[in-house]
């Protein structure tokens, strides 16, 4: 059922649902809130204390001062003070809103909830939205939903959509199909209970009860879909034996420095693979700058030294181009006669067609690209080994898509996410891992300082001298949930300030939302050290090696999960230069701190994904997505790894007991599995 057919939804309010990948009635229901504003009971003003900036908060106040207004044409600010019951008091204050003098009179008494900020030193309710005793009983200990928005699409129309979404869904109740001894065991909710409350849950418990159900599912249908891809997988028998050449020994001892422990340990563990009796599927884990891409190289000389080509997709054109002059160079170095191939979507139909040609007739050894690797018109002469860079970026299909362009060919997988061994066993089901934990001898330690925005001029001072001898920088600013359309204009309108701050320095922004050629066009610019300063969103998690750049700064750090904030990190740090980054954090909240100075603590990824785990704990789901890398529609899954590894026990043990689920009880089961790996798997960042 379209979601044209719902009330009030027309052609215009649909392809904003569109944006959203929100096209039938199915998947309104399946679009969770974000969030929710919860409407607990008021709060006395001497309560008040740093853990609560930047929430909503409620006070039951009476006004103690008649209001005032002030500010310019443009911009008019109200204020007025209120008086709890104690007889303490508080600013309020409101933007472009004067109409609102006249129901502000003195010695009335309301509920005044809106945001709390801390301005020079004292707290200010900003924007609070006015209610009588009785309207705020009736929504007191509620919680409303925030959903995910685009430009031109409210909450509340999105609110009144699934509302009805619900009640056609209603009509015709989805079967169950987690059995009923899992559910028992894990106590687990009715899914269709579970989806009406984790829109509109009544109460806190059941909000808890429904998500946990929810997450539990997509863990469950997500495991046995990967168990089933490898099951697939496992026995396919090698169609390329590719043994170590002493041209690889070669190459190693060409470079100007030593692998390590780590790096050889891996190399070894998928010569091995490559050589055995059946195809290889193995994933690289390792922290941004640990040498996955070295390991990758030393099996791509194997593979051309053997006969076959080799291919590596990456997520960008500027890493693509990157990884290109990085192995011709690297070729060079150690007088190997390897031709390696550039493919990526900008290139002219000219420069296509020729590379198609060089690669379906075997001249070129090995092809590095983009999605262009994908395309129909893309013919391999004897593809035996594919690699993806930073795997978190491209669903499972599309991993498919480039190994069926040969015949069952090798894959290799790297990905930096850091997250624990026991959880990458799971979520990574259908391959082999390889963990490399150990760092180059040479790469000094980054040096961490979390600050609040106080800092600010003095980072600022500290970037100028970083470019004044000839460094670079970054300058993140968080994305804005609310609309995709204001995160450029939050990195626009930074930079435009940015440039009054520092003037002389070259300096750039760069944000999702803009063109792919323009995009590649600004990092290929800052690579190429054309800008001093690079101001973007979340982005560049996925850039360019440039080792030149050794600041991170991190505005409004808190709002990213530390999983996140570590791959930002890996930007810089890069080359022979000491390098810094900055964490600046807007809330002063204490447990904020905390969870922050885990970064200050430790540069390894791996611990600080289990530390950070630690800290929080399992239900603590309010706020930062930890794991942006695994695209779950609600599940987490270090928030919810105890959910995780309950669901793959099922999953594993479901499919010992009933390998094709094929048993009258799993058919349905069977079913929605068959349905999230056709619908689902794609979207999975793995």
Known sequence: MNITELKGIGEKTALNFNRLSVYTVSDLVGFYPRDYDVYHEPVFINSINNDLEHTEVAIDGQVCKSPDIYGNGHLKILTVTIKDYNGDSIKCSWYNMPFLKNSLKLGNRYIFRGRLVNKRGGWLLEQPKIYTQAEYRELAGTMQPIYPLTKGLSNNTVVK??????????????????????????????????????????????????????????????????????????????????????????????????????QLRTVEEVTQD????????????????????????????????????????????????????????????????????????????????????RISDGTADIIVGTHALIQEKVEYRELALVITDEQHRFGVNQRRNLSEKGRSPHILVMSATPIPRTLAIILYGDLDISIIDEMPADRLPIKNCVVDKSYR???????????????????????????????????????????????????????????????????????AHQTDVLVSTTVIEVGVNVPNSTVMMVENSERFGLAQLHQLRGRVGRGKYQSYCIFVTGNKSEKIRKRLEILNKYNDGFKIAEEDLKLRG????????????????????????????EASDSAKEMLENDPGLELNDNIYLKQKVAEYTVKCLEKINL
């Open 618 to 645: 399992p239900g603590d789901f309010f706020g930062v997505r930890q794991s942006g890398d695994f695209d779950f529609g609600i599940a987490d899954i270090f928030t919810d790894a105890k959910t995780l590894k």
């Open 457 to 527: 001029p003095k980072a600022y001072t500290f970037i100028q001298k970083q470019v004044a001898q000839g460094r670079q920088c970054y300058i993140i600013c968080p994305m804005v949930e609310d609309s995709e359309a204001v995160e450029a204009e939050n990195v626009v309108d930074y930079t435009a300030r940015l440039k009054k701050e520092l003037p002389g320095l070259r300096i750039e922004y760069l944000h999702g939302k803009m063109r792919p050629v323009l995009k590649n066009e600004v990092m290929g610019r800052f690579a």
């Open 161 to 262: 959509a699934v509302r009805q979404a619900l009640e056609q869904y209603s009509t015709g109740l989805e079967k169950e199909y987690i059995p009923d001894y899992i559910r028992k065991r894990y106590n687990l909710a009715e899914h269709n209970f579970s989806v009406v409350n984790i829109h509109f849950p009544k109460t806190m418990e059941e909000y808890v009860q429904a998500r946990h159900r929810l997450a539990f599912e997509e863990f469950f249908l997500f495991t046995l879909a990967t168990l089933t891809l490898k099951s697939a997988n496992e026995r396919i028998p090698n169609g390329y034996v590719i043994n170590k050449s002493c041209e690889a020994d070669t190459f190693i001892k060409s470079l100007p420095y030593n692998l390590t422990k780590a």
């Open 274 to 357: 490559m050589s055995g009796s059946h195809l290889m599927s193995r994933l690289i884990q390792g922290d941004v700058g640990s040498g996955k891409t070295v390991v990758a190289t030393i099996a791509l000389i194997n593979t051309v030294m053997a006969g076959f080509q080799g291919a590596m997709m990456a997520p960008t054109e500027v890493l693509a181009r990157q990884h290109y002059e990085s192995l011709t160079e690297g070729f060079k170095r150690a007088r190997l006669d390897i031709n390696v191939e550039l493919l990526v979507g900008s290139m002219t139909q000219k420069q296509k067609k020729e590379a198609y040609q």
